[in-house]
């Protein structure tokens, strides 16, 4: 399905409709991530912040998906490593960075959740969950939700390839093909789930089993981002036209621990990850833009002074922002009454049920 690797001449973004400002944002926003999740790790490693999930080596395909959907309309569902989704729909890093170090302007949940539990009702991000997969199921009634209202709208949720083996995933696909809903499921299969490599999981290949759920399955080179976005694009079309759903496997690999508590080097080889990290598609975007000629030299060396900007600004910030004050720390926790402000307009007095914070 995919020649990664080769060198193209040929635009194949215009032939997929990328225009070529698209292509350069796509590229651009695949190198914040990777800067950002760079950047968390020496901060986690410094002991800066607590905790980090790494999604370095799935970046590309992660924009690449996002980039093939409509960020008006459509529903974003991402997972814990998703830093390349939630940045191309207009997540800010000094947004990412006031999670990482849990303060108050934390606009997924005020400092309360772990990093990588992401959530804007602005930017039509679904609050996610810790237990995994959960958003399968969420996806699905986003999409039921659009069909009932007759909405040009369709949901796109992604998981791990471990998340695929939970009934969440079962219930969601089963459900969606029956009702033709208009969702896209992405596993990223970056082939751990934790320690449990993917030969461990399953016999036979995730795309396939869409067929048990009556839609189409496909599996797609990760390292290959246009690849995925021409697969993306294609069955948001059919979501739209009506045709249901689609279960696509993103073939990557974690070169990272899956968190900064893990000791990776238990269950596989150094040589192994460094094989896969030779593999890394970032680089190799770039060239393919030099080769049509979009990218140069000298635009790379301003991009990495503008983001390395961008990174110092937003981890600054995150620094010096206050953490939420102890009398909120019970928000959002248990329930609350109502509470009624009375506000006076001209000779009148109107009761107002005061809402939460935030999204």
Partial sequence: MTQTGTVRHTHRHAELGISDDKAVAMYETMTLARGYDERVQLLQRAGKINFH????????????????????????????????????????????????????????????????????????????????????????????AAKMRGERSVSIVSFGEGSSSQGDFHEGCNFAGVLKLPVIFICQNNQYAISVPFSKQSAGRIADRAIGYGFPGYRVDGNDP???????????????????????????????????????????????????????????????????????????????????????EATEYAEKAPFQSAEDSHRYVYAEDNAITRVETGSESVGVVSAGKGD
Avoid: C
């Fill in 226 to 312: 246009l690849e995925v976005y021409r697969v993306v694009k294609e069955a948001r079309d059919r979501a739209v036209a009506g045709e249901g759903p689609t279960l696509i496997e993103i073939m990557t690999y974690r070169v990272n621990p899956h968190s900064t508590s893990d000791n990776d080097m238990a269950y596989r080889t150094k040589e192994e990850v460094d094989e896969h990290k030779k593999k890394d598609a970032i680089p190799v975007f770039r060239q393919y833009l030099k080769d049509v000629g979009l990218w140069s030299d000298a635009q790379e060396a301003e991009l990495q002074v503008r983001q390395r900007a961008i990174l110092d």
């Fill in 53 to 144: 999930v790494s999604g370095i080596s799935q970046e590309p395909s992660q924009v690449a998906m996002t980039f093939a959907m409509d960020r008006e309309t459509d529903w974003f569902l991402p997972y814990y490593r998703d830093y390349g989704v939630v940045l191309s729909v207009g997540m800010t890093v000094k947004e990412l960075m006031l999670s990482v170090y849990a303060k108050v302007e934390d606009p997924n949940s005020a400092g309360r959740q772990m990093p990588g539990h992401f959530g804007s009702k602005r930017l039509r991000i679904v609050t996610g969950s810790s237990p995994v997969t959960t958003q399968v199921p969420h996806a699905v009634g986003f999409a039921l």
